[in-house]
């Protein structure tokens, strides 16, 4: 029921551009700002804060270091006998970025090193690298690509998580994409398709021993197509389709069944800005996913939006919504099912003291159980811009997962005092 009604709710703003709320700290790609005032908090120049970067033959250099330190009152995420623990964050970065005229090239890297205190099991180090490029080709044409490679982990909040888990699930991920627009006037076309490769790493166990996850390794595939019409300042339809295959590496996985699926969506939505006001992106369609038995098919309504809304010159709100599929090691499910929807806010006290809260709701199903989780996300902080090398944030995050599966509730708090330096 929630999914049909917030469904009607985005077709309603897709369909008359009524104002709304919205999340993101990106700015729409059609987006036009008149002054300083009209940007969202975050986004807004300060040129008195804002890194220079180093500048490197055509390109422009910005590292950045990111250090942390943080009380978590239930590190493993569990209903009973939660074990807390401090733990310290570095997290060093670089983007170069190319400053020609027209066409554009970027490459990226970074790392972030998890050390615990006394759970010294749960220390890891995450890392990721990329480039991406457009070219502009003739009179409205352009090509893009991007390429990228990481080593991340789940979130011990994961329902793909166990109990007898010394640490988290690890995974590569290597992506690639490549695409091409076309648009010699308001209407326009973009095609492309990508793949990635996540290769699970296998997990050691409390009391030895090791959990394979060879079975969750997997290639997905997509292609995609989006038609635009550019009908006015600001305002741009779009009609988007895409078609995806995941094919796992281990043809059965650890429960016997083939993980393996096809899917597609349609979707219908507009990209907008209402003055300054209100600005960004929202769709509404539908989507299928296809498993073989006895794993369950998946359909239904398909909708994301991301919105940010002007409230007054120094205060911005978001909104949020989409619905995700995401896939699950757990036995009988053919696909962990989420519909999110999430409130946020950047409040300018002064101009180098932005104070932030954001509420999230997450609702998962897993289609073939009848297990069902809801996950409530509430936080506030602040952030301090020093000068243009340094600023200083705090933190507060509460999480909790509310489900009807035995034993696997939780609550969660945690704060987090950072400095971040920047060139």
Same mark, same amino acid.
């Given at each position: 029921?929630?999914? =049909?009604?917030?469904?009607?709710?985005?077709?309603?703003?897709?369909? %008359?551009?009524?104002?709304?709320?919205?999340?993101?700290?990106?700015?729409?790609?059609?987006?036009?700002?008149?002054?300083?005032?009209?940007?969202?908090?975050?986004?807004?120049?300060?040129?008195?804060?804002?890194?220079?970067?180093?500048?490197?033959?055509?390109?422009?250099?910005?590292?950045?270091?990111?250090?942390?330190?943080?009380?978590?009152?239930?590190?493993?995420?569990?209903? %009973?006998?939660?074990?807390?623990?401090? /733990?310290?964050?570095?997290?060093?970065?670089?983007?170069?970025?190319?400053?020609?005229?027209?066409?554009?090239?970027?490459?990226?890297?970074?790392?972030?090193?998890?050390?615990?205190?006394?759970?010294?099991?749960?220390?890891?180090?995450?890392?990721?690298?990329?480039?991406?490029?457009?070219?502009?080709?003739?009179?409205?044409?352009?090509?893009?690509?991007?390429?990228?490679?990481?080593?991340?982990?789940?979130?011990?909040?994961?329902?793909?998580?166990?109990?007898?888990?010394?640490?988290?699930?690890?995974?590569?991920?290597?992506?690639?994409?490549?695409?091409? %627009?076309?648009?010699?006037?308001? /209407?326009?076309?973009?095609?492309?398709?990508?793949?990635?490769?996540?290769?699970?790493?296998?997990?050691?166990?409390?009391?030895?021993?090791?959990?394979?996850?060879?079975?969750?390794?997997?290639?997905?595939?997509?292609?995609?197509?989006?038609?635009?019409?550019?009908?006015?300042?600001?305002?741009?339809?779009?009609?988007?389709?895409?078609?995806?295959?995941?094919?796992?590496?281990?043809?059965?996985?650890?429960?016997?069944?083939?993980?393996?699926?096809?899917?597609?969506?349609?979707?219908?939505?507009?990209?907008?800005?209402?003055?300054?006001?209100?600005?960004?992106?929202?769709?509404?369609?539908?989507?299928?996913?296809?498993?073989?038995?006895?794993?369950?098919?998946?359909?239904?309504?398909?909708?994301?939006?991301?919105?940010?809304?002007?409230?007054?010159?120094?205060?911005? =709100?978001?909104?949020?919504?989409?619905?995700?599929?995401?896939?699950?090691?757990?036995?009988?499910?053919?696909?962990?099912?989420?519909?999110?929807?999430?409130?946020?806010?950047?409040?300018?006290?002064?101009?180098?003291?932005?104070?932030?809260?954001?509420?999230?709701? =997450?609702?998962?199903?897993?289609?073939?159980? %009848?297990?069902?989780?809801?996950?409530?996300?509430?936080? =506030?902080?602040?952030?301090?811009?020093?000068?243009?090398?340094?600023?200083?944030?705090?933190?507060?995050?509460?999480?909790?997962?509310?489900?009807?599966?035995?034993?696997?509730?939780?609550?969660?708090?945690?704060?987090?005092?950072?400095?971040?330096?920047?060139?």
């Amino acid at each position: 029921m929630a999914r =049909v009604t917030f469904g009607l709710v985005l077709a309603g703003i897709v369909f %008359t551009g009524g104002a709304a709320f919205g999340q993101d700290n990106s700015a729409p790609s059609n987006a036009v700002y008149a002054s300083d005032e009209d940007y969202p908090v975050m986004l807004r120049p300060r040129p008195e804060f804002d890194a220079k970067g180093i500048p490197f033959g055509g390109f422009r250099l910005f590292p950045t270091l990111a250090l942390s330190g943080s009380y978590d009152d239930n590190v493993l995420r569990a209903q %009973t006998g939660a074990l807390s623990d401090y /733990f310290f964050t570095e997290a060093p970065a670089i983007r170069l970025q190319s400053q020609w005229a027209e066409d554009s090239l970027e490459f990226y890297g970074g790392a972030s090193n998890y050390n615990y205190l006394t759970l010294t099991q749960e220390n890891l180090v995450d890392w990721n690298a990329g480039a991406d490029s457009r070219i502009v080709v003739g009179d409205g044409g352009s090509i893009f690509g991007a390429a990228s490679a990481a080593q991340l982990h789940e979130l011990l909040a994961s329902p793909n998580t166990v109990g007898f888990q010394k640490s988290p699930n690890r995974y590569f991920q290597y992506h690639g994409e490549a695409g091409a %627009t076309f648009q010699p006037n308001r /209407f326009g076309l973009t095609a492309g398709g990508s793949a990635d490769n996540y290769i699970y790493q296998d997990t050691a166990l409390n009391g030895g021993g090791v959990l394979n996850n060879k079975d969750r390794s997997y290639d997905e595939y997509q292609g995609y197509g989006k038609a635009f019409y550019d009908f006015s300042p600001g305002y741009s339809a779009f009609l988007r389709g895409s078609y995806d295959t995941r094919q796992f590496t281990v043809h059965l996985d650890r429960t016997g069944v083939d993980r393996s699926s096809n899917g597609y969506r349609a979707d219908g939505g507009i990209d907008l800005q209402i003055s300054r006001l209100v600005s960004g992106e929202v769709y509404i369609g539908y989507l299928k996913q296809d498993f073989t038995a006895p794993l369950k098919n998946v359909s239904g309504l398909d909708y994301n939006a991301k919105l940010d809304w002007l409230a007054t010159p120094l205060l911005t =709100v978001h909104l949020t919504g989409a619905r995700t599929l995401t896939p699950t090691t757990l036995a009988g499910a053919s696909i962990e099912d989420d519909e999110s929807y999430g409130l946020a806010a950047d409040y300018e006290v002064l101009r180098n003291l932005i104070f932030q809260g954001h509420a999230k709701f =997450v609702d998962s199903s897993y289609p073939g159980l %009848t297990r069902h989780d809801q996950s409530p996300d509430l936080g =506030v902080g602040a952030k301090y811009l020093i000068n243009e090398y340094l600023s200083a944030d705090i933190a507060y995050d509460y999480t909790q997962r509310g489900t009807n599966s035995p034993g696997l509730k939780f609550k969660d708090n945690t704060v987090t005092i950072g400095l971040n330096l920047q060139d």
